[in-house]
């Protein structure tokens, strides 16, 4: 249950684009670029994943606790946060 709510208490982690080499760049400065790129892409991939995984739980546990009967007029939602918005709606 470590991170439960990390899905409700921060956004998804946002991609990151894709990486393009300026005209003038060096080959120095562009190797740089790559590597901090890389960097920030392996991180992104452990950030969504943690983000994928808080989601899934608290959505299960947020539809187990709701009576079937209340459950069935909520619409679906992909995120556990939207799902809680319209339960409050």
Known sequence: MAEIDLDVTIQAPKELGK????????D?????REKNHDR?????????TRWNTSNRKCLMI????????????????TTAAEYLERVKS
């Open 19 to 26: 990486l393009v080499r300026a005209q003038n760049e060096a």
């Open 28 to 32: 120095d400065a562009w190797a740089i």
């Open 40 to 48: 920030a892409m392996i991180q992104y991939d452990i950030d969504m």
């Open 62 to 77: 947020i539809k187990g606790s709701i009576s079937d009967n209340i459950k069935e007029e909520i619409p679906e939602s």
